[in-house]
């Protein structure tokens, strides 16, 4: 498979699974795609920076990613720069370290 291929099925997994994200303002792009390591990194942005879970969706997307798709074995997700930047980044980075985010499985 090729790299614009597993972008494309990752994009394809986004929109339809996880359409929570642009539904509610935020916005995602595929960052990397490494098809030898099977690794991929998304960037979530728009209204997800200010989310209060924004952290949930970026550990659902990383967990969920390499159990559906094949070829992947690896997800980095995290906050879009430059014009998709975060709102309030500082508020997300302290929510990403908060216990209660950690096992929490959201309804996507």
């Known amino acids: 498979?090729?790299?614009?291929g597993l972008e494309r099925r990752t994009r394809s997994y986004l929109s339809n699974e996880v359409s929570q994200i642009q539904q509610h303002g935020g916005n995602f792009e595929i960052r990397d795609v490494d098809e030898e390591a099977g690794r991929v990194t998304v960037a979530i942005g728009g209204a997800c920076s200010?989310?209060?879970?924004?952290p949930m969706t970026m550990k659902a997307?990383?967990?969920?990613?390499?159990?559906?798709?094949?070829?992947?074995?690896?997800?980095?997700?995290?906050?879009?720069?430059?014009p998709r930047a975060a709102v309030m980044p500082s508020k997300t980075e302290e929510m990403e370290e908060m216990?209660?985010?950690e096992d929490f499985s959201p309804p996507f």
């Open 1 to 4: 498979m090729s790299a614009e």
């Open 50 to 54: 200010g989310c209060g879970i924004a």
């Open 61 to 82: 997307i990383e967990n969920r990613l390499p159990a559906e798709l094949e070829d992947i074995e690896d997800v980095e997700v995290v906050r879009a720069s430059g």
């Open 99 to 101: 216990d209660e985010y």
